[in-house]
């Protein structure tokens, strides 16, 4: 049996039944098109607490006769609630006419209403309709054992999930894509649906439905596909080893309806036991790669002969040149923002992953080592380019976009990249993360929100991390700021920090209040303090770039103490 050759048994088919050929239809064209999935005399006024939905409730109104119009009101809504497919109505009969409450109710809640003769037997109707009902699910029953079967199949063959996913999108028409929890692509049989970004802010439960595992409607867009909008079926199945992984089916091609749903479900209990194996493995090799990684930015390798073995197995050019670049995220959200964001750690490291995908995007195949808190990439060059600051210009441009990329679809976050030199040999990568780090960090202590930094835009930085000796360092600070150094009050840092943001903004009071968020006169008399306690002349350019220099020397000693 085909998969399109289910037809949902709906009003306009009841309405050919011989009981129905003097019934008198009240409702919208639309209505006719209403599926019918079971059907039910009323014979309580409770009756909406005893049905799923989609029913045919067929009433002579006998059960409602003793309730007042509000009561009535109230009782139609409930049924309108559980979204009956159709009120099938006997009158004259308890009342000459259908009265106008449960007429307005209907009209209101688009239930389409049928009347029909008194004379007409309710059992004339059930029985058509049962029988109909009951040969869907003869039929639906059928259809789920060949799928079952099907899927039982490639489960027992050892397959592996590309091909349970490839059947599951020949069998439904849409492409379809597993990610891990995190929601970084699993497996996929459609490149262009890998990256996504969210449309609604709610997922909705697709209710009604007689199945293992959840199943939710969304809408989403695809950069891949020209900004598209499409519709995603998502379903969470949580693996025997408590794995959480996303199945998800993009809408791209048709619609997805009931019958998809039941191979959907057989794809998803085929999936949950072949990915134990596979994430199993996939962990492994991921730690195994990481391990490297971690060992090479730290310095830990110092010989070619202990890195050949590790680096076949993760797929790892030993002969490239490579420049580390760190992206981390920030939250720039109002604080009476963040406060509503209980999920805030799981919102981020999403977050994280879509920027990780963003940098597959651009950079297709890239070595990727994702942490909580950051991604490091290993950014392999052209080894053929002598000139690495065309290269490093490259990476920067490259940057832009991912950035960009990454900004359009979501908001509230600050994207800051730190981009190392370029590293002649593997073996070096653990200066090229340093100086990314490096860039990194003085990014953010210069209060940016998004910045993309190399370390040869540092300036003066650069000489000052030369340096391996801090004390002699610390000779080079001018005494004027060594006195604010010692000053043994607990405002020392607040004062060192004032002065700081004033001269980074050219030493406008105005803007530094605004970057610390204090008043205009707060800062004027901390400038005055640091005049008392150190005696500089802040007019003094000359004082003020030595100052300057000062507390950067400051910066780099605190951060390698």
């Known amino acids: 049996m085909k998969r399109g050759d289910h037809v949902d048994y709906t009003i ?8 129905c050929k003097d019934a008198v239809f009240i409702g919208d064209r639309e209505d006719l098109a209403n599926k019918i999935s079971g059907i039910t005399v009323i014979d309580s006024p409770d009756i909406s607490s005893w049905i799923k939905g989609g029913e045919l409730i067929l009433t002579s ?161 695809f950069p891949k596909l020209q900004e598209r909008e499409c519709e995603q079926i998502l379903v969470p199945i949580r693996t025997v080893n408590h794995t959480k992984i996303y199945l998800i089916v993009s809408a791209v091609n048709k619609e997805v309806l009931e019958y998809d749903f039941i191979t959907i479900e057989n794809a998803a209990t085929a999936l949950s036991l072949e990915l134990v194996k596979q994430i199993a493995v996939s962990e492994v090799e991921k730690k195994f790669k990481n391990d490297l990684i971690d060992d090479l930015i730290s310095g830990k390798i110092k010989s070619m002969n202990t890195i050949y073995d590790r680096a076949t197995t993760t797929k790892f050019d030993t002969e490239a040149k490579y420049a580390v670049v760190i992206f981390n995220l920030k939250s720039i959200k109002p604080a009476k923002h963040k406060e509503k964001d209980l999920d805030n750690h799981q919102k981020m490291q999403k977050h994280y992953a879509l920027l990780a995908n963003s940098i597959d995007f651009y950079l297709n195949g890239a070595i990727i080592r994702d942490r909580v808190d950051e991604i490091i990439v290993l950014w392999k060059v052209n080894e053929k380019k002598e000139d690495h600051n065309a290269e490093i210009n490259k990476i920067k441009e490259t940057s832009k976009h991912i950035l960009g990329k990454f900004k359009s679809n979501v908001k509230g976050y600050a994207v800051q990249i730190g981009i190392g030199n370029i590293s002649n040999s593997i073996l070096n990568l653990a200066q090229s993360y340093k100086e990314a780090q490096d860039t990194l960090n003085i990014g953010q202590a210069s209060n940016q929100e998004d910045f993309i930094i190399t370390f040869n835009d540092l300036g003066i930085y650069r000489m000052l991390y030369k340096f391996n000796d801090l004390n002699q360092l610390k000779g080079f600070i001018p005494s004027s700021l060594q006195k604010l150094l010692e000053y043994g009050k ?67 000693i605190e951060r390698n103490e």
């Open 12 to 19: 306009k088919d009841l309405l050919k039944v011989d009981a």
């Open 61 to 221: 109104f006998y059960p409602i006769k003793g309730l007042s119009e509000k009561e009535k009101g109230t009782w139609m809504n409930e049924l309108a609630d559980k979204e009956i497919s159709a009120l099938i109505v006997k009158v004259p009969k308890v009342f000459n006419e259908i009265p106008d409450i449960v007429l307005e109710v209907c009209k209101k809640r688009s239930i389409p209403i049928i009347k029909i003769p008194k004379d007409i037997a309710f059992i004339e109707i059930t029985y058509p309709v049962m029988g109909q009902l009951f040969n869907q699910q003869a039929e639906k029953l059928k259809y789920f054992k060949e799928i079952h079967s099907r899927f039982t199949e490639l489960s027992l063959q050892n397959v592996g999930s590309d091909k349970i996913i490839k059947t599951l999108e020949e069998l439904i028409g849409n492409p379809v894509t597993i990610y891990n929890e995190s929601f970084q692509k699993i497996a996929s049989t459609n490149d262009d649906v890998e990256l996504f970004y969210d449309l609604d802010k709610e997922e909705i439960e697709e209710k009604n439905m007689d199945t293992k595992f959840p199943f939710y409607r969304r809408k989403v867009i």
């Open 490 to 556: 607990t405002n020392k840092d607040t004062l060192l920090e004032t002065l700081n943001v004033f001269l980074q903004c050219k030493q406008n009071i105005a803007k530094s209040a605004q970057l610390l968020y204090v008043h205009y006169k707060t800062v004027t008399y901390r400038l005055e303090r640091i005049k008392e306690i150190t005696g500089m002349n802040l007019d003094d350019p000359e004082e003020m770039l030595s100052v300057q220099v000062g507390l950067r020397i400051i910066d780099v």
